[in-house]
């Protein structure tokens, strides 16, 4: 590679690395994954609704969630609102006042009651700008977990391997049985520049958590090897990788987690 | 001899009218007519559906069929009222992409 051209990807790494860096420390650990939902809360005359992913994929797989339940990935998609969740669809398919876990039973969602002690449930999810006590706490309940510096400060992928967390990936009446993913697959994505080391992409790691359609073919819509040319700029704007490594799973500035092979 | 032969033509029409209610494609089987047409394509919903994991290792064919049962049930669910129709579209479009994008691999390999 030309001097120059080393020096100007070397410096626009560098660039990347900075802006990465302080996009990722300006959001604390316990807002790290928060997704604010506003369909139609505020036309509703109610605050928007704060969902927390650390307290969610605590407990349950992606999979279930994005594929079973049928959240989108892309935000606002969904188009969640009170009549799916009262009918158990989306957030009702949990938050439905019945299903219990660990013992606890998960407090209903939408209702079409107006009297005051459902203003108080309402209040645990529409609680945007609110100071709202939550059942858990962040810095307690992470606590017990492996921790990193990064993203929720949580090494998710430690708690899952050392069986601190056990994500539940079936929920009865919703979910359809299925047999565990069949593809354990490494795929080598080779790095653009020669100073940084290549990408071993784990199929077998990913499937823990996801299915197959969370991925394809709306994030990863490559059918052939090498097609799709990936860049970090595209990525750290959200494509890609990034749909989840920008806001959910571990941040970007994380580069040996994915960039794994050594420099040849 | 007569009760031997009585016998094998019950089964056989047992045979016959149990076949009369089983659909092929569907893969699934109601007894002796006994049919829920409201919960059919929640069935052949979830019968497909659970096949993704699978995706990768079935042949052409086999996810061109699934494929074609994934439009199959478009119809049926766009029936469905708003909030059942919302969900089980969007529950659907992931399963039939996912088929789509494991056949276009296969082809290309």
Same mark, same amino acid.
């Given at each position: &590679?030309?001097? @120059?051209?080393?020096l100007f990807t070397f410096f626009f ?10 996009? &990722? ?10 997704? +604010?939902?506003? %369909?139609? /809360? ?6 928007? +609704? ?9 407990? *349950? ?39 219990? *876990? =660990? ?14 002690e459902e203003a108080e449930r309402c ?6 700008? !609110? ?7 962040? %810095?307690? *309940? ?19 391997? $050392? ?6 990936? *079936?929920? =009865? ?8 993913? !069949?593809?354990?697959?490494? +795929? ?7 100073? &940084? ?10 499937? +823990? ?26 990525? /750290? ?12 799973? @571990?941040?970007? %500035? ?11 | 001899?007569? $009760? ?22 569907? !893969?699934?089987? /109601? ?10 394509? !929640?069935? =052949? ?5 659970? $096949? ?12 061109? %069929? ?7 049930? $478009? ?12 969900? @089980? ?10 088929? /789509? ?9």
């Open positions: &590679m030309h001097p @120059f051209t080393q790494f560098l660039l990347f690395s900075a802006g990465a860096v302080s996009a &990722m420390t300006v959001v604390s650990p316990e807002i790290y994954g928060r997704v +604010v939902i506003n %369909n139609y /809360s505020s036309r509703s005359g109610l605050v928007p +609704v704060v969902f927390d992913h650390w307290l969610h994929r605590a407990k *349950f797989t992606c999979r279930l969630c994005h594929v079973d339940v049928g959240f989108a990935m892309e935000a606002g998609a969904t188009k969640i609102s009170a009549a799916t969740n009262m009918r158990g669809f989306h957030c009702g398919s949990c938050h439905n006042g019945n299903r219990a *876990f =660990e013992g606890r039973k998960i407090f209903g969602s939408c209702s079409g009651s107006v009297m005051q209040e645990r999810c529409h609680s945007l700008g !609110k100071d709202v006590k939550k059942e858990y706490e962040f %810095n307690t *309940f992470i606590n017990r977990l492996p921790k990193n510096a990064l993203g929720n400060s949580i090494d998710w992928e430690e708690a899952e391997t $050392k069986g601190l967390i056990k994500p539940v990936d *079936f929920l =009865e009446g919703i979910s359809i049985k299925r047999t565990p993913m !069949k593809m354990d697959k490494d +795929v080598s994505i080779e790095s653009g520049v020669a100073w &940084m080391s290549d990408v071993l992409f784990s199929h077998k790691k990913h499937a +823990v958590w996801n299915g197959c359609e969370v991925c394809h073919p709306e994030i990863f819509p490559i059918t052939k090897k090498g097609a799709i040319k990936f860049s970090m700029l595209q990525i /750290s704007s959200g494509e890609y990788c990034g749909v989840c490594h920008t806001s959910v799973a @571990f941040p970007l %500035n994380d580069c040996q987690r994915c960039h794994t092979k050594p420099v040849q | 001899m007569t $009760k031997l032969k009585t016998c094998l033509i019950c089964i056989a029409a047992a045979a016959i009218l149990c076949s009369g209610t089983q659909d092929i494609e569907k !893969k699934t089987f /109601s007894w002796c007519g006994v049919v829920h047409a409201q919960d059919d394509w !929640k069935i =052949e919903f979830d019968d497909v559906c659970s $096949k993704t994991q699978d995706a990768v290792i079935f042949s052409p064919d086999e996810l061109r %069929n699934l494929i074609a049962r994934c439009d199959k049930l $478009k119809p049926l669910i766009e029936k469905l009222d708003e909030t059942q129709r919302k969900v @089980f579209l969007k529950r659907l479009q992931l399963c039939r992409d996912l088929f /789509s994008f494991a056949l276009e691999s296969k082809e290309k390999e």
